[in-house]
């Protein structure tokens, strides 16, 4: 069964400083990845997806993330942090079945 | 185009009550899915409607229902309700032909 861990359930940087948020998954066939971002009291907003082609995906407010097959990761970076990426990151698989199934999830933390 | 709309934003039932929760997708998206978000267990997949049609169900008991409209509307549906039903009810409608889910801002539940 396809499952997504998330190591770290929190994460402190400074601000400015270099954010990474891992994730890894296992899946029985060539997964779709996703991260999203949930602000408080507020629903999920996509920051970036995987389907196929370049490993290397590029989203919103200077996210990115590299699928590596072999370590079956899918980790969340961005070179700068800000005050307002303070916020809980998901990272999720897509099924074969359709289905979409979270990780737990990582809080951020940005220190002034 | 207007967003995920989700209502009502917060609810306040007793146990053994019914509610019922209503969750209207972006404009030409068919497919919405439902998922319950927790402290403890995270974001859990309830199920999927499309074209009025349940395509997935996760693994919730009978008493999590739900249905989808002509128009793609869906609502859930939770009888008998139990304390551990509070929770961050989330709606998400998916474009598929980008095959992106975009989440509403959720419902509130809270079982007194």
């Known amino acids: 069964a396809q499952s997504v861990t998330q190591l770290g359930s929190h994460v402190s940087v400074s601000e400015g400083a270099l954010v990474l948020l891992r994730c890894n998954y296992s899946?029985?066939?060539?997964?779709?990845l996703f991260w999203y971002v949930q602000y408080p009291n507020q629903g999920l907003q996509l920051l970036l997806k995987?389907?196929?082609?370049?490993?290397l995906v590029k989203g919103i407010n200077g996210f990115e993330a590299e699928f590596k097959k072999s370590e079956t990761s899918f980790h969340l970076t961005k070179p700068s942090a800000h005050m307002s990426d303070a916020a809980e990151y998901f990272c999720?698989?897509?099924?074969?079945?359709?289905?979409?199934?979270f990780g737990p999830g990582t809080s951020l933390s940005v220190i002034p | 185009k207007a967003g995920v709309t989700q209502t009502p934003r917060y609810l306040i039932k007793t146990r053994g009550q019914q509610v019922t929760l209503s969750c209207s997708p972006i404009?030409?998206?068919?497919?919405v899915s439902w998922y319950q978000q927790t402290p403890g267990q995270g974001l859990q997949f309830l199920f999927e409607?499309?074209?009025?049609?349940?395509?997935n169900k996760g693994n919730f008991p009978g008493r999590f229902s739900g249905r989808q409209f002509s128009n793609s509307r869906s609502e859930m549906n939770v009888s008998t309700l139990e304390l551990g039903d509070s929770a961050l009810y989330l709606c998400a409608s998916r474009n598929l032909d980008t095959d992106t889910q975009y989440f509403g801002p959720g419902t509130r539940l809270t079982v007194l």
């Open positions: 409607y499309f074209s009025e049609t349940q395509r």
């Open positions: 999720a698989v897509k099924t074969s079945y359709d289905k979409v199934i």
């Open positions: 995987y389907t196929t082609g370049a490993t």
């Open positions: 899946s029985s066939v060539p997964p779709y």
């Open positions: 404009s030409g998206h068919r497919s």
